[in-house]
């Protein structure tokens, strides 16, 4: 058994910069991939970034691949996503999951979930 939990949100101005931390209990964390999803009002959950077990490898949606970076971090059992030049359409709740499945992982592929946390962009 995983848990997440997300911090890190909050209300930012656009062009602004959050970094999102998600801390992952129990001793197996280093053994996932670990992904950023994000879900804006209204609409569906989408991926936003994977990471490799490892850290090694990476993969972004296109929509968000020049302004955000997925890392871990395996000692401190948490992963972190850095958005860059925010902009409203960023907001949404951001979810961190975790996942046992071979690389990369489908994004039904997802074992646990964290809560979720809201960042909100003003204009």
């Known amino acids: 058994q995983v848990q997440l939990v997300e911090s890190g949100g909050g209300l930012v101005q656009a062009g602004g910069s959050l970094r999102l931390s998600c801390a992952a209990s129990?001793?197996?964390?280093?053994?996932?991939?670990m992904g950023w999803f994000r879900q804006a009002p209204g609409k569906e959950r989408e991926f936003v970034a994977r990471?490799?077990?490892?850290?090694?490898?990476?993969i972004y949606a296109d929509s968000v691949k020049d302004r955000f970076t997925i890392s871990r971090d395996n000692a401190k059992n948490t992963v972190y996503l850095q958005i860059d030049s925010l902009k409203p359409e960023d907001t949404a709740v951001y979810y961190c999951?975790?996942?046992?499945?071979?690389?990369?992982?489908?994004?039904?592929?997802?074992?646990?979930w964290g809560q979720g946390i809201q960042v909100t962009v003003s204009s």
């Open positions: 999951a975790a996942s046992a499945k071979l690389w990369p992982p489908r994004s039904g592929d997802y074992d646990y």
């Open positions: 129990g001793r197996t964390f280093s053994r996932y991939h």
């Open positions: 990471i490799s077990a490892s850290g090694g490898s990476t």
